[in-house]
């Protein structure tokens, strides 16, 4: 979560634990859930903290990516 939250408003790969990725921009956070703009979709979308599995922000790999 910490490399989210220092993404400051640039978007990153985010890979959830169902086998999702989808290109993100973090918009919010609560304890247990973050808000992110999906540019695939073009949607904002909810996700629990505990389903994300790993996030690739400027080549850099976080948690499992696939």
Partial sequence: ???IRNSKGRF???YTKQGE???AQL???TD???VVYDRNFN???RFSKAS??????????FGKVF
């Fill in 1 to 3: 979560m910490k490399a």
């Fill in 32 to 34: 247990q859930t973050i």
């Fill in 12 to 14: 990153f790969g985010l």
């Fill in 27 to 29: 918009q919010s956070e």
């Fill in 52 to 61: 994300i599995s790993g996030v690739r922000i400027a080549a850099k790999k």
């Fill in 43 to 45: 949607r904002t979308r």
């Fill in 21 to 23: 990725s989808l290109n």
